[in-house]
């Protein structure tokens, strides 16, 4: 029983020091010249939120934080104070190093009083006829009444769930980003309960989540 006990504590050992040593760190900065370096003289940004998704870290004074992301590849994003902004808020990191350094350059941007966006969903992409015809067709009318962004609200593609191997899984992916390449205006995704591949083994990096953050 006592060595079972000690096994016990080995494990949990072995995963606390794995996790204190794997750390994604940075800042979050008033990128003046957008060069997107955080140059000497620029000014970091206090109080900004931080994310892996699970956890939320606050920049310090000189807008630096750190964080020890809960997976090994994870995306880690900023969320703008008021009067900040950046299309390239999130990042992903690959996890190559024990710590990688991600730094988040902001610019000022003019708030307006309103905000005018467009909305989709159920895009569910396949290769037909009919889905590029109509797909073309809101790309070109979002282009035209100029919104400030567009957000697709799930279901991306047709079906990712019931495909079984990695090539079909990208091969969906990639026709989603082909038809909305033409888009001016910034585009969000969100996940619906079609991208998500789970018939492709556990442990495929595309698995469930995996797919939609590649």
């Given at each position: ?14 995963v ?5 040593i ?21 000014k ?97 009318e979002?282009?035209e ?18 495909l ?30 079609h ?20």
């Amino acid at each position: 029983m006592k060595t079972k006990h000690l096994f016990v504590l080995l494990t949990i050992s072995v995963v606390l020091s794995y996790a204190q040593i794997w750390k994604v760190e940075g800042f979050v900065f008033l990128d003046s010249n957008q060069n997107k370096v955080f140059d000497k003289g620029e000014k970091g940004l206090a109080n900004v939120p931080v994310s892996d998704g699970y956890q939320i870290v606050l920049t310090d004074k000189n807008g630096y934080y750190a964080l020890q992301p809960k997976e090994r590849e994870p995306i880690i994003f900023v969320s703008f104070p008021s009067g900040y902004f950046n299309i390239n808020f999130w990042q992903r990191v690959r996890g190559n190093e024990e710590m990688e350094r991600i730094d988040f350059p902001l610019y000022k941007i003019n708030e307006k009083s309103s905000i005018f966006l467009i909305q989709v969903t159920d895009i569910h992409s396949t290769f037909s006829e009919i889905c590029y015809r109509d797909v073309g067709k809101f790309v070109y009318e979002a282009n035209e009444f100029r919104p400030d962004f567009v957000v697709a609200t799930g279901d991306l593609v047709m079906d990712a769930n019931p495909l079984k191997n990695e090539e079909d899984v990208i091969r969906y992916y990639e026709l989603y980003k082909s038809l909305m390449r033409n888009l001016k205006p910034p585009l969000f995704n969100l996940p619906g309960n079609h991208e998500h591949p789970w018939s492709i083994p556990t442990s495929s990096p595309l698995y469930d989540r995996g797919a939609y953050k590649e």
